[in-house]
């Protein structure tokens, strides 16, 4: 792998900068998937604590991208759709982010105790040490397994708004968890199938570049299968409506349809990969349309 030199002498950094550590697209999901566990509760919080509680969750996963760019600044800096952040651009010294995520993590779980319970704050912290600890430094350069196992540091939030709201875990914020951590390989498959170059060029053993495009388009599909599962289960438990299930069939079989054309494209060039792209593009709008037909599913019984 090549080697990276990061500027020792950063430029000083901006506001803006600081907002880009905590990776605000990805944020957006984690933040909605934590509001409608909390929404899905049968319990009803007061709007300033239910409030507090998504701004610990933003917060927490802000602070676990700001720690995760902090450690792999060297590898941001190789691949082309990462070279323009903070870090590898030079705009922050990597001492400045180490102090930002830490600081901004411990403010999160603190508020969170105080404000809420210490059983969601415990699963904030958990959260966050699992995505920094086990994925960022443990599993991302050593396995193309790292999605598969990290792919739980995502799936925290739905029990943590669960747990912000009524104290206690449950079976409905469990399937969530499941639902999230089985949606995350195919969704990150999809995407590093046409960007495997950059993790190539900076030495990530993603599946696609250790084993293939094929092995990893097979994957993809079986992921999905158990996915759909673990999305309808809760219909057929008695833990939600029609709405939630009648939407999470039709929304599984979309994602089955378009795992399946995956499966059968052949193309290695990213420009003939647009199965892959039409697969990852819904496979975040699955996840937004699942947990608001859950939400809608609670506030309409």
Request: glycine share 8%; charged share 10%; with cysteine.
């Given at each position: ?55 610990c969750i933003a917060l927490g996963a802000g602070a676990a991208a700001a ?25 922050m010294d990597k001492q400045s982010a180490l102090h930002f995520g830490v ?78 951590f089985l949606w995350t390989p195919p969704h990150f498959w999809a995407l ?110």
């Amino acid at each position: 792998m090549a080697s990276v030199t990061i500027k020792a002498e950063a430029l000083p950094a901006d506001w803006r900068d600081f907002v880009a550590l905590t990776k605000p697209r990805v944020m957006t999901l984690v933040v909605f998937t934590g509001l409608c566990g909390l929404l899905a509760a049968p319990v009803t919080i007061h709007p300033v604590l239910g409030f507090t509680a998504i701004l610990c969750i933003a917060l927490g996963a802000g602070a676990a991208a700001a720690l995760n760019q902090w450690y792999e600044a060297d590898l941001d800096a190789l691949m082309k759709r990462t070279a323009a952040r903070p870090l590898p651009a030079g705009r922050m010294d990597k001492q400045s982010a180490l102090h930002f995520g830490v600081g901004l993590g411990a403010f999160s779980v603190l508020l969170m105790g105080l404000a809420l319970n210490w059983l969601a704050a415990a699963i904030l912290a958990a959260s966050i040490l699992y995505y920094v600890i086990i994925y960022t430094v443990w599993l991302k350069r050593r396995t193309p397994q790292n999605i598969v196992i990290g792919g739980g540091a995502g799936s925290f939030p739905p029990l943590i708004g669960w747990a912000a709201a009524t104290g206690n875990v449950a079976v409905l914020p469990v399937l969530l968890f499941l639902l999230i951590f089985l949606w995350t390989p195919p969704h990150f498959w999809a995407l590093s199938l046409f960007v495997r170059t950059d993790y190539a060029a900076a030495g990530v053993p993603m599946l696609p570049v250790v084993a293939g495009p094929k092995t990893t388009r097979n994957q993809i599909l079986l992921y999905t299968i158990p996915m759909g599962i673990a999305a309808v289960l809760p219909w057929p438990l008695g833990l939600s409506g029609p709405i939630y299930g009648i939407a999470a069939v039709a929304l599984s079989l979309v994602f089955l349809f378009l795992a399946i054309r995956v499966y059968r494209n052949d193309a290695t060039e990213a420009a003939a990969m647009r199965p892959e792209k039409k697969l990852f593009a819904f496979s975040v709008i699955y996840l937004f349309a699942i947990f608001g037909a859950l939400v809608l599913d609670r506030w309409m019984i």
